[in-house]
């Protein structure tokens, strides 16, 4: 059974820092993409990073690009988003997801929640101003 479990959110003040992990079980990351969504309230469900099975290539939305980066824990089926300098508008519920499919075509659409099958439960990140 596929299981994806976050931790690591919390309240923090703006400028601040965040580490998350998803912690995978019933598959073995080394064959799916490993995404990062939030959701914030009233608002769509975004894309944050991806990263493609062995961790060899990343993708980052416009609006967190050179704050988060996104790892892979192939050993431990982990795979980490590691939040700096986090705004007031990184508020959000964020939930990691996975995707069965070949490195090479792990950008196409990755931010399309509708492509991943597996998520998790989320975690609450409030950052305040």
């Known amino acids: 059974q596929v299981q994806l479990v976050e931790s690591g959110g919390g309240s923090v003040q703006a400028g601040g820092s965040l580490r998350l992990s998803c912690a995978a079980s019933g598959f073995t990351s080394r064959s799916y993409c490993m995404g990062w969504f939030r959701q914030a309230p009233g608002k769509e469900r975004e894309g944050v990073a991806v990263?493609?099975?062995?961790?060899?290539?990343?993708y980052y939305a416009v609006s967190v690009q050179g704050r988060f980066t996104i790892s892979l824990d192939n050993a431990k089926n982990t795979v980490y988003l590691e939040m700096n300098n986090l705004k007031p508008e990184d508020t959000a519920m964020y939930s990691c997801?996975?995707?069965?499919?070949?490195?090479?075509?792990?950008?196409?659409?990755?931010?399309?929640?509708?492509?991943?099958?597996?998520w998790g439960q989320g975690t609450q990140v409030t950052v305040s101003s």
């Open positions: 997801a996975a995707d069965r499919r070949p490195a090479i075509l792990c950008g196409d659409g990755w931010s399309l929640p509708s492509r991943y099958p597996h």
């Open positions: 990263i493609s099975p062995g961790g060899g290539t990343r």
